[in-house]
């Protein structure tokens, strides 16, 4: 790793810095997996606002895990950039915001992720924070099952379209020095839909269109399982369930906490859970409200009380 890091002003910088980075990867059995280079431009400005951008590439992968304990198989190379841009902390107000792109080779993958939070410091005692999160990815080869086909265990995946968004937001309050509340609530949604199914058939070919064959004419049987005749002799071959899914949650947990001697604590703890999934499942993201509306909580209570000697 090269770095190059100035920490005197100069010009409308404060600080900034240059870093490059490079990394290979090989398997306990000494086969070479990948290659990695990375670099990373990060600078603060007078005005204490700052920004960092990131930069790095991987190049044809080999993959161990992507079939779930089958062959390991090529992954086309991939290209993924990070950029970060936050306001100066010192204020009582401030901001944050981040995204990331990513996409591969052969139209393969594709992700982008948005994400922007605030913080406010109305008084020095209270702290109260909100981060909302987005992102969508088309991956085309995500797993999706393992089948008895021709006698022999093949792979399936699919091309998957993934939505997902997610908020947090915490409070602390200092009500004096011993005493303070905190909470913590995480609304999170996420959605994907599956197509374009193929079956593994030569993972580590050098062309990408021949590591798989694309199947044609899958039959959706009462909605929930993919039925495939190969010979088309109105007989199932093998068959798979429907993978679609919606997966949605709210966690929130509050914790009060009382310093009743130096070093001694008692903390009350109030977590709830609510978890809704659904297997087929193919709603849009602004359903998840309604579903963990109706979905009866997890809750927990505890107790923890600590006590210092002093020897």
């Given at each position: 790793m090269l770095s190059y890091f100035i920490n005197k002003p100069k010009s409308i910088f404060r600080t900034y810095s240059v870093a490059l980075e490079q990394n290979n990867n090989w398997n306990y059995g000494g086969q070479y997996l990948s290659s990695d280079i990375l670099s990373t431009i990060a600078a603060d400005f007078k005005n204490k606002w700052g920004f960092a951008n990131t930069l790095k590439f991987r190049n044809e992968t080999l993959d161990t895990r992507i079939l779930r304990g089958g062959n390991a198989m090529l992954i086309p190379s991939n290209w993924i950039e990070t950029f970060l841009l936050k306001s100066d902390q010192s204020r009582k107000i401030t901001m944050t915001c981040f995204t990331?792109?990513?996409?591969?080779?052969?139209?393969?993958?594709?992700?982008?992720?948005?994400?922007?939070?605030?913080?406010?410091?109305?008084?020095?005692?209270?702290?109260?924070?909100?981060?909302?999160?987005?992102?969508?990815?088309?991956?085309?080869?995500?797993?999706?099952?393992?089948?008895?086909?021709?006698?022999?265990?093949?792979?399936?995946?699919?091309?998957?379209?993934?939505?997902?968004?997610?908020?947090?937001?915490?409070?602390?309050?200092?009500?004096?020095?011993?005493?303070s509340l905190q909470y913590y609530g995480s609304p999170f949604a996420t959605q994907g839909t599956y197509d374009?199914?193929?079956?593994?058939?030569?993972?580590?070919?050098?062309?990408?269109?021949?590591?798989?064959?694309?199947?044609?004419?899958?039959?959706?049987?009462?909605?929930?399982?993919?039925?495939?005749?190969?010979?088309?002799?109105?007989?199932?071959?093998?068959?798979?369930?429907?993978?679609?899914?919606?997966?949605?949650?709210?966690?929130?947990?509050?914790?009060?906490?009382?310093?009743?001697?130096?070093?001694?604590?008692i903390f009350l703890v109030w977590s709830s859970d609510r978890t809704d999934f659904l297997n087929p499942g193919n709603e849009p993201l602004h359903s998840a409200a309604g579903r963990l509306t109706n979905t009866v909580p997890t809750n927990f209570f505890l107790i923890k009380f600590n006590y210092w000697f002093s020897i």
């Amino acid at each position: 790793m090269l770095s190059y890091f100035i920490n005197k002003p100069k010009s409308i910088f404060r600080t900034y810095s240059v870093a490059l980075e490079q990394n290979n990867n090989w398997n306990y059995g000494g086969q070479y997996l990948s290659s990695d280079i990375l670099s990373t431009i990060a600078a603060d400005f007078k005005n204490k606002w700052g920004f960092a951008n990131t930069l790095k590439f991987r190049n044809e992968t080999l993959d161990t895990r992507i079939l779930r304990g089958g062959n390991a198989m090529l992954i086309p190379s991939n290209w993924i950039e990070t950029f970060l841009l936050k306001s100066d902390q010192s204020r009582k107000i401030t901001m944050t915001c981040f995204t990331t792109t990513s996409f591969s080779g052969d139209h393969s993958y594709h992700f982008n992720e948005y994400s922007a939070g605030i913080t406010l410091r109305p008084v020095n005692t209270l702290l109260v924070s909100m981060n909302i999160d987005y992102s969508n990815k088309t991956d085309r080869l995500q797993y999706v099952d393992t089948e008895l086909i021709n006698q022999t265990n093949r792979c399936i995946l699919g091309r998957l379209n993934q939505e997902t968004l997610g908020v947090t937001f915490r409070i602390d309050y200092n009500i004096t020095p011993e005493i303070s509340l905190q909470y913590y609530g995480s609304p999170f949604a996420t959605q994907g839909t599956y197509d374009e199914f193929k079956v593994v058939t030569k993972p580590g070919d050098q062309n990408f269109n021949n590591r798989f064959s694309i199947i044609k004419n899958p039959l959706l049987v009462n909605g929930s399982v993919y039925q495939i005749d190969k010979n088309i002799d109105n007989l199932a071959d093998y068959s798979f369930k429907k993978p679609d899914f919606n997966f949605n949650q709210f966690r929130s947990n509050m914790v009060f906490r009382w310093e009743y001697r130096p070093g001694s604590q008692i903390f009350l703890v109030w977590s709830s859970d609510r978890t809704d999934f659904l297997n087929p499942g193919n709603e849009p993201l602004h359903s998840a409200a309604g579903r963990l509306t109706n979905t009866v909580p997890t809750n927990f209570f505890l107790i923890k009380f600590n006590y210092w000697f002093s020897i």
